[in-house]
C-alpha cells in the first residue's frame, strides 16, 4: 500500500510541474511574446481538476483531510473504534457509489457524444476519467485503514487477555 502512496505522490507531484511549466509558458507568450498561447489555459485547467481529485485521495491516505477529533477524543476507545470504521465505512461507500459508479456513467456518456476540448481537441472522457480513478483510489485507502483499525483493535484485544 506504501508503494502506491508513494507512486501517486509522485504522480501528483509530475502534475503539479507540468502545471507550473504550463502556466509559465503561458505567462511568457501572452507578456513577453504578446502572442498568448492557445492551448495552455485550458491545460491548466484540466491539470488542475486531476491534481485536486487525485490530490483528495492521495490526502485521505496520508490524513491530511480538515477533521475536528473534539469528540472522537473523548470517547472511549471502543466507540473511537467505532465512529473511526462508521467514517472509513461511509468514505468508502461514497467514493464507490457517487466518485466510481457516476464517474464511470459520466466517462461512458461523454465518450459516447464524442465531446473534445475547445483547444486542445481532446475528448473530455479521457479529463472525466480522474473521477473514477480516485474513487477507486480512495476505496482502497479506506479499506486498509479500516483493515488496519480492526487488526490493530483485535491485537490490542489478544494483549488484553494475555
Not at 38 to 49: C, N
Not at 52 to 59: E, I, M, N, R, S
Not at 102 to 110: A, E, F, N, P, S
Request: charged share 10%; net charge neutral; with cysteine.
Amino acid at each position: 500500500m506504501n508503494t502506491l502512496e508513494k507512486l501517486l505522490g509522485r504522480f501528483l507531484a509530475l502534475l503539479l510541474f507540468v502545471m507550473v511549466t504550463d502556466v509559465s509558458w503561458q505567462v511568457i507568450t501572452r507578456f513577453l511574446l504578446a502572442q498568448p498561447s492557445s492551448y495552455t489555459e485550458e491545460l491548466a485547467r484540466y491539470l488542475l481538476v486531476w491534481i485536486g481529485l487525485l490530490g483528495a485521495a492521495y490526502a485521505y491516505r496520508t490524513g491530511a483531510h480538515l477533521g475536528l477529533d473534539i469528540v472522537t477524543r473523548a470517547l472511549a476507545p471502543e466507540r473511537a473504534l467505532a465512529v473511526a470504521l462508521l467514517a472509513h465505512s461511509v468514505c468508502a461507500i461514497y467514493a464507490l457509489i457517487v466518485m466510481v459508479l457516476g464517474g464511470i456513467q459520466l466517462v461512458q456518456l461523454t465518450f459516447a457524444l464524442a465531446q473534445v476540448s475547445a483547444a486542445l481537441q481532446i475528448n473530455l472522457g479521457y479529463v472525466y476519467l480522474v473521477l473514477p480513478l480516485s474513487g477507486v483510489l480512495i476505496c482502497v485507502f479506506a479499506v486498509d485503514k479500516i483493515r488496519a483499525l480492526l487488526f490493530t483493535n483485535q491485537a490490542v484485544q489478544t494483549a488484553e487477555r494475555d
